[in-house]
């Protein structure tokens, strides 16, 4: 006689992709790997991180090199080897977050796998084992006719928006109910958290910034990037404070593509968007543009001292904050002015934005000119006048990221999918109700995924509402 | 002009108060003393929101910003998700006894904010500005509050937390005497951190999607400072979910957890002495 085997009883043994899968699909090693990219982020947000990649900037990246190495010392080249200086952009930040990324994928794939026989049947499966397995059990007897019973049971669950479903057999009612949709919201929840990664991906690859952008009124820049347009700055407009601070600003350009131009307006939080390109309204400062014309009111050139600044006869000087400078050169008249710009200067009788004018004539010392102007004026110096026009200039960021929808969908998503998964608990009950007369027996049982002390409490009331004494009958 | 000082002044001796009725309540189980200490931190937080509210009058603006506004609107979210949750929880005498016994240990942390921004900050850091024009966004609003609301409820969860700990020392050593049922805590322990991770989520959606219409990016150290306390909050969460995680250790991780919160909220400035240093709220 051939003894026979049931196949399911022999235990499978696990392969290396089973032992993955189990692997990254627990909560312990997201757990790890979530505590290890915050340790990354405040690593981060310590060490000044390097703006030689964002800028492109030889001169700012230097700046950083110097201060980071006077900080630093002889520690630096050890924590520069290590990427402290480049987090985000080192390989082992790159390599968590793909952790995060595949961990996130596995788990969702898990819940949805571990869901679907449940989302299939419309319910769960009741059996004597459903009873014996919950958390919390109830057994009373309520003078009531069970289908009465029943509807009042229902009601409560729907109340408490579960999904019921009734069955009947051999004279017993069985109910089950549970809150499958919370259970739903979680996945969508991690599912927004895998779009926005997705998101950001997508964006790092295809998008592009350009940072920085200062236009002087009048001024314009060509985008590029596949977008033949060229954005002109007319001008900006301020609204200030009764104490005379910024309220709002917003640049008025214009966008002139295939020969159509477009009036557009940026203000701060309302950027522009045209054929998927945005700009952004990042700043703005006193700007002074500066034009010159000699005794026989021929225009002169004026070369600014600025790196690939070119000579023209009207030159747009950006200033950056109080006391800083900017100086171009007059080579006809063999001049170089300098201008210093000041918020206030009480002390001289300006409360409002003043600039310091100085003209030096060939390589003397002394100034031939000295003065304050604290609004739009004509100047003669030696044989030529000067103009000199106040004004505000504009900085702005011109950014492409295809995949910020996807990004926001995933927020969303995200959002949404937490406030429903840890604002309602889920939970499942059984309940076999059978009838003897007038009187209903009531054989209650549930468990909670978590909080189960608040649901023991939630359970012990929902018995006696229903007419038992509480847990246990 | 009334400013806001005397109001600060007044709820803090209301917290004061509260802090010592709590611990009397915890120690001897006095329910009326315990009744006490909700009614003074109920009263502590009106008169709070009375000095938010003339501040706001004063700065011209209803949103807290820059560390001083900041703190204060902290202390007060504290108290307020700390009473809400009393009120939640405390269906029963032994649930009551609970939330109270936690507010024993919530209330030390409120007088820690608040001593902070009363007494510790620099007079510089509590001048009135209006707001700047890249934080007149609704989106920033939203940020703001829910960070706050999260922060607020993690406080709560680290109260509790410090309860379970020294309940469980307490049973280990002579019997749980005092304190209530270590399950009770724990429960309370997690449901705070539950409540308000969906703040935080919501916080920093809000604040991702106001980086971006504001400057067309997002990751200044403010933005991934704030993300730090959301990756720790969200182990805590998958940690639970594991069962071999004891009660013990949430609570131990939901107090070092709020520890986190404290130092990327206020370390910066408090190692740095500068009230615009790095901080996990925008303090502009």
Known sequence: MINEVTPAKIPRERDILDTLWRLFSSTQLAAIVLLMVALALALGALFPQSPGQATRDWGVYAQWLASAQGRYGSWFDLLDTVGLFDVYGSWWFRSLLALVAFGLIVSTAERVASLWPSIRQKGGQQDDDSFADAS????????QPAEQLLERLKAVLTRQLCRTRVEKEDGTVYLYADRLWVEVAAILGHIGLIVILAGAVVTNRLGWQEDAVTLSPGQSHEVGHGLDAVLRFERLELETYPDGLVRDYRAYVQLIEDDAEVERIIGVNRPFTHRGVSFYQISHGMAV??????????????????????????????????????????????????????????????????FLVQAYRGSAVEPIYNGFIGKSSSLKVGDATYHLALDQYSVLR????????????????????????????????????SAKGDRATVKLAGTAERDEASFASWFEGLAREMGGEGKDG | MVDEIPFLGIAYACFLIATIAYAIHLAKGDREIGRAGTWTSLLG?????????????????????????????????????????????????????????AGAFVMPLVLLVHTYAILLLPPTARLAVPLAPTLRSPWFGLYILGVLIAYGFFAVACGAGLLYLCANVALAREGAGIFPPLEVIDGLNYRAVAYGFPWLTAGLAAGAWWAWRAWGGYGSSEEIWIVVPWLIYAAYLHLRRSGRWSARRSALFSALGFAVVL??????????????AISSLPVY
């Open chain 1, 289 to 354: 543009a500066v034009k010159a014309s000699d005794q026989d009111g021929q225009p002169l050139l004026l070369q600014p001292f600025a790196d690939g600044a070119k000579a023209a006869a009207v030159v747009s000087l950006p200033f950056w904050g109080h006391q800083s400078e900017r100086h171009f050169a007059v080579p006809d008249q063999d001049m170089v002015f300098q201008l210093v710009f000041y918020q206030s200067l009480s002390d001289h009788g300006y409360d409002g934005p003043v």
């Open chain 2, 45 to 101: 937080a009106v008169i709070l929101a009375g000095g938010l509210l003339v501040r706001a009058v004063q700065t011209g603006h209803w949103l807290p910003v820059g560390i001083y506004e900041l703190s204060v609107a902290l202390t007060l979210a504290i108290v307020c998700l700390y009473l809400l949750l009393e009120h939640l929880v405390g269906t029963s005498g032994e649930r009551r006894r609970t939330a109270r016994g």
């Open chain 2, 263 to 276: 130092l990327t909220f206020l370390g910066g400035q408090v190692l740095t002495g500068e009230s615009d």
């Open chain 1, 136 to 143: 919390e059990q109830a057994v009373f007897s309520v003078e």
């Open chain 1, 398 to 433: 011109i950014v492409r990221a295809p995949a910020i929808g996807v990004v926001a969908l995933g927020l969303l998503l995200a959002v949404v999918g937490h406030l429903l998964w840890f604002y309602w608990s889920p939970i499942r009950l059984w309940a076999a109700v």
